[in-house]
């Protein structure tokens, strides 16, 4: 615990790893099914993925679809999307978002 203390208290520590998400959490996010955005989703304890800096994640409130974003190393987040597929059963349509909102869909 050396280390940790010359970072400052536990809780400078906790409001200094909050204040890292914070900076990488998109101002809406737009569904990959019905290209709607929206603002009320959360965070995804992305703790034991490797690579990924921070997952959001909400539901649509048009169309109900399940609505991710990955922050982290390009692997990392192709990785995560692949086994979220996998998991889920079903091919997910994918995008790549600013954290401003800026949404570009890849199309099939």
Do not use: Y
Not at 43 to 60: E, K, N, S, T
Not at 95 to 101: C, F, K, V, Y
Request: net charge positive.
């Amino acid at each position: 615990m050396g280390q940790a203390k010359t970072r400052g208290t536990q809780d400078q520590r906790i409001a200094q790893a909050k204040a890292k998400v914070d900076a990488l959490r998109p101002a809406k996010m737009v569904c990959g099914a019905c290209k709607t955005s929206f603002t009320d989703f959360g965070l995804i304890d992305a703790r034991g993925m490797p690579g990924i800096h921070a997952a959001f994640g909400g539901v649509c409130p048009s169309c109900g679809e399940t609505v991710l974003a990955f922050s982290g190393d390009k692997d990392a987040v192709a990785n995560a999307m692949i086994a979220w597929q996998d998991a889920m059963g079903a091919e997910g349509k994918l995008g790549m978002q600013s954290r401003d909102g800026s949404h570009k869909f890849f199309e099939n």
